[in-house]
């Protein structure tokens, strides 16, 4: 591998996990506050995303093993949010069993003074 | 407030200080990249180094042991079976700490022989403390392990979040024995020590704070005992999945079979995975609770150490963990800049997310808020983007130049230290760095101003009352 390519490899290798990272926190928002402008930012970046693990197969000098590796990477990539997303909203649904913030945290401090 | 929670405060206070001791010693190492005749023959850059990273382990340490004793009470309701011996031996470790780092600053190094591996060094990277203070660790180690096993076993009641825990302890405690054997083949030696420092860093560790987290979730924001465990079952079966075979990117280089490349490779690539997950969370949540917590700083940190760890550890990990880059880049400034930026994001926020907790709960301060968490929580995050920037930027041209075209030969080596872009990032870090210390001085600041705060807002709620 030539230092040239060396580097560019590295960054495109971290590009493609902050891209992964922004799609995951812009698809996560655009979701809590149904903006469609922040779903518009959400796919692009999961266009950037497709298009930096595309850059990666085509032009770094990495082995087949290593580019496959990549592909899966980004599909998992583009996996998890939304599966994370169903799993978590499942969850809260089936797990309110708990009071609410507030009364709680009230609870824990009167126990905790009553102790003191 | 229960004997063990008065310990856990101990702990966090103890924490604190080697934080800021470790703050101190790493502004002082990073002088010797500026000025290399600084203290020259006087205080050598090796021993800021070794007190650097050593202080670093051990404030993590001690905050993860302060916030297990803090909540563990809180959540078998009932005192810390052996707690006495859990309070004498918080002094022993102080004291066996205070006295490693005077002898680190005043002694630094001894012969290549028993004595000094006893008494002054034990010369094994990252676990330098001389042998006997080893030994006194493994006991605070064993004593703490004891503490939860055994309140848990009499409590005869366990949660979630307790049996990973405990499954977690056991582990964390024997891989420390492995500090200890005296190999002379550098290659051996290698190959188990990092069974110590990765598995106890990106493996029992992750574990230890996903337990700390889950509490702090459950005591901060309210949340659900069943999604906090169930979410923390999901991450612990991903982290340990992708983790401990993560092991082989440190067997690249070491002399070890060729299959490591394709180990450490593989599962390494994986290891972001499970941490977007953690971010996907942390937005729920945060989004869920509209941003707001009675105990702002708290929330706020909580939420840096997800953010934190993905960036960290993910991003700055992928770069550079494929055999081909790391060929180049390994032991370059650059992995500095992950280790910076993966250690303050995955421990060192949620250690700081406890320490907020811990004082107001002990100090029944129920809302916490202010500007003073404000400016330590931009200055302390400013100063580590910054400082892991600045190390990044060294980092890739030492890979470059040195590694890749100069071919890691000594001359490639000096010729480096003379680079305009290498010499600028140094400065640039300790600038950050300085930023960096008084987002401490600032956090220091406010965590004592908690009690001032409290007994403020009940003199204005009175004025309120009389008013009305």
Same mark, same amino acid.
Request: net charge neutral.
């Given at each position: 591998? #030539?230092?040239?390519?060396?580097?560019?490899?590295?960054?495109?290798?971290?590009?493609?996990?902050?891209?992964?990272?922004?799609?995951?926190?812009?698809?996560?928002?655009?979701?809590?506050?149904?903006?469609?402008?922040?779903?518009?930012?959400?796919?692009?970046?999961?266009?950037?995303?497709?298009?930096?693990?595309?850059?990666?197969?085509?032009?770094?000098?990495?082995?087949?093993?290593?580019?496959?590796?990549?592909?899966?990477?980004?599909?998992?990539?583009?996996?998890?949010?939304?599966?994370?997303?169903?799993?978590?909203?499942?969850?809260?649904?089936?797990?309110?069993?708990?009071?609410?913030?507030?009364?709680?945290?009230?609870?824990?401090?009167?126990?905790?003074?009553?102790?003191? | 407030?229960?004997?063990?929670?008065?310990?856990?405060?101990?702990?966090?206070?103890?924490?604190?200080?080697?934080?800021?001791?470790?703050?101190?010693?790493?502004?002082?190492?990073?002088?010797?990249?500026?000025?290399?005749?600084?203290?020259?023959?006087?205080?050598?850059? #090796?021993?800021?180094?070794?007190?650097?990273?050593?202080?670093?382990?051990?404030?993590?340490?001690?905050?993860?042991?302060?916030?297990?004793?803090?909540?563990?009470?809180?959540?078998?309701?009932?005192?810390?079976?052996?707690?006495?011996?859990?309070?004498?031996?918080?002094?022993?470790?102080?004291?066996?700490?205070?006295?490693?780092?005077?002898?680190?600053?005043?002694?630094?190094?001894?012969?290549?022989?028993?004595? #000094?591996?006893?008494?002054?060094?034990?010369?094994?990277?990252?676990?330098?403390?001389?042998?006997?203070?080893?030994?006194?660790?493994?006991?605070?180690?064993?004593?703490?392990?004891?503490?939860?096993?055994?309140?848990?076993?009499?409590?005869?009641?366990?949660?979630?979040?307790?049996?990973?825990?405990?499954?977690?302890?056991?582990?964390?405690?024997?891989?420390?024995?492995?500090?200890?054997?005296?190999?002379?083949?550098?290659?051996?030696?290698?190959?188990?020590?990092?069974?110590?420092?990765?598995?106890?860093?990106?493996?029992?560790?992750?574990?230890?704070?996903?337990?700390?987290?889950?509490?702090?979730?459950?005591?901060?924001?309210?949340?659900?005992?069943?999604?906090?465990?169930?979410?923390?079952?999901?991450?612990?079966?991903?982290?340990?999945?992708?983790?401990?075979?993560?092991?082989?990117?440190?067997?690249?280089?070491?002399?070890?079979?060729?299959?490591?490349?394709?180990?450490?490779?593989?599962?390494?690539?994986?290891?972001?995975?499970?941490?977007?997950?953690?971010?996907?969370?942390?937005?729920?949540?945060?989004?869920?609770?509209?941003?707001?917590?009675?105990?702002?700083?708290?929330?706020?940190?909580?939420?840096?150490?997800?953010?934190?760890?993905?960036?960290?550890?993910?991003?700055?990990?992928?770069?550079?963990?494929?055999?081909?880059?790391?060929?180049?880049?390994?032991?370059?400034?650059?992995?500095?800049?992950?280790?910076?930026?993966?250690?303050?994001?995955?421990?060192?926020?949620?250690?700081?997310?406890?320490?907020?907790?811990?004082?107001?709960?002990?100090?029944?301060?129920?809302?916490?808020?202010?500007?003073?968490?404000?400016?330590?929580?931009?200055?302390?995050?400013?100063?580590?983007?910054?400082?892991?920037?600045?190390?990044?930027?060294?980092?890739?041209?030492?890979?470059?130049?040195?590694?890749?075209?100069?071919?890691?030969?000594?001359?490639?080596?000096?010729?480096?230290?003379?680079?305009?872009?290498?010499?600028?990032?140094?400065?640039?870090?300790?600038?950050?760095?300085?930023?960096?210390?008084?987002?401490?001085?600032?956090?220091?600041?406010?965590?004592?101003?908690?009690?001032?705060?409290?007994?403020?807002?009940?003199?204005?709620?009175?004025?309120?009352?009389?008013?009305?």
């Amino acid at each position: 591998m #030539s230092p040239h390519a060396m580097v560019a490899t590295a960054l495109m290798l971290g590009a493609l996990v902050v891209a992964g990272g922004a799609y995951g926190l812009l698809y996560c928002v655009a979701r809590l506050y149904g903006s469609p402008i922040l779903g518009a930012a959400s796919r692009t970046s999961c266009g950037a995303l497709v298009a930096l693990a595309a850059a990666i197969v085509a032009l770094t000098p990495l082995h087949f093993g290593w580019k496959a590796l990549v592909v899966a990477s980004a599909m998992a990539y583009m996996g998890i949010p939304p599966i994370t997303w169903r799993y978590l909203t499942r969850l809260h649904r089936g797990g309110n069993d708990a009071s609410r913030p507030a009364e709680h945290a009230h609870r824990a401090h009167t126990r905790l003074h009553r102790r003191a | 407030m229960y004997r063990a929670q008065r310990l856990g405060l101990k702990y966090l206070t103890a924490s604190t200080v080697m934080f800021g001791a470790m703050i101190v010693f790493g502004l002082l190492a990073s002088i010797y990249y500026v000025r290399p005749g600084f203290m020259l023959n006087t205080f050598n850059f #090796s021993t800021a180094k070794i007190v650097h990273i050593d202080g670093l382990v051990i404030w993590l340490l001690m905050g993860f042991i302060g916030a297990i004793y803090w909540f563990l009470p809180q959540e078998l309701d009932r005192e810390v079976e052996g707690i006495g011996l859990a309070e004498v031996l918080f002094w022993v470790f102080c004291a066996a700490v205070a006295v490693v780092v005077v002898v680190f600053i005043f002694v630094q190094y001894g012969a290549a022989n028993e004595w #000094s591996m006893w008494f002054i060094n034990q010369g094994r990277k990252y676990v330098e403390a001389p042998r006997w203070a080893a030994m006194g660790i493994a006991a605070v180690a064993g004593v703490f392990a004891y503490n939860v096993i055994a309140t848990t076993v009499v409590a005869r009641k366990s949660t979630g979040i307790l049996t990973v825990l405990i499954a977690d302890l056991v582990p964390l405690v024997l891989l420390y024995f492995d500090a200890f054997p005296e190999m002379t083949n550098m290659s051996q030696d290698l190959f188990w020590w990092w069974w110590l420092v990765h598995l106890w860093v990106e493996a029992t560790w992750e574990v230890l704070i996903g337990c700390i987290m889950a509490w702090t979730l459950i005591h901060l924001v309210g949340a659900s005992r069943r999604v906090v465990e169930s979410w923390l079952y999901v991450e612990v079966a991903l982290v340990l999945g992708t983790g401990i075979l993560g092991l082989g990117h440190h067997y690249f280089w070491i002399g070890t079979p060729r299959y490591w490349f394709a180990i450490g490779g593989f599962f390494s690539a994986l290891e972001p995975l499970p941490l977007l997950g953690m971010v996907v969370h942390a937005v729920y949540d945060a989004g869920e609770r509209h941003l707001q917590a009675a105990n702002r700083p708290a929330f706020y940190w909580t939420l840096a150490e997800a953010f934190g760890n993905f960036i960290g550890a993910g991003v700055w990990g992928f770069m550079m963990t494929l055999p081909q880059i790391n060929l180049y880049s390994h032991g370059t400034q650059w992995t500095a800049s992950h280790g910076h930026l993966a250690f303050w994001g995955a421990y060192g926020c949620g250690v700081i997310a406890v320490l907020y907790l811990a004082i107001a709960q002990a100090r029944g301060c129920e809302r916490l808020d202010g500007t003073a968490w404000k400016w330590s929580f931009a200055l302390l995050n400013t100063g580590m983007v910054g400082m892991s920037g600045a190390l990044l930027v060294a980092g890739i041209d030492q890979a470059f130049f040195e590694r890749a075209i100069g071919g890691s030969t000594w001359n490639a080596y000096l010729s480096m230290e003379g680079r305009p872009w290498f010499n600028e990032s140094m400065w640039a870090r300790l600038a950050f760095g300085l930023i960096f210390a008084c987002g401490f001085a600032v956090l220091v600041y406010d965590l004592i101003a908690i009690p001032k705060r409290r007994e403020a807002g009940a003199r204005e709620e009175a004025t309120a009352a009389a008013g009305s």
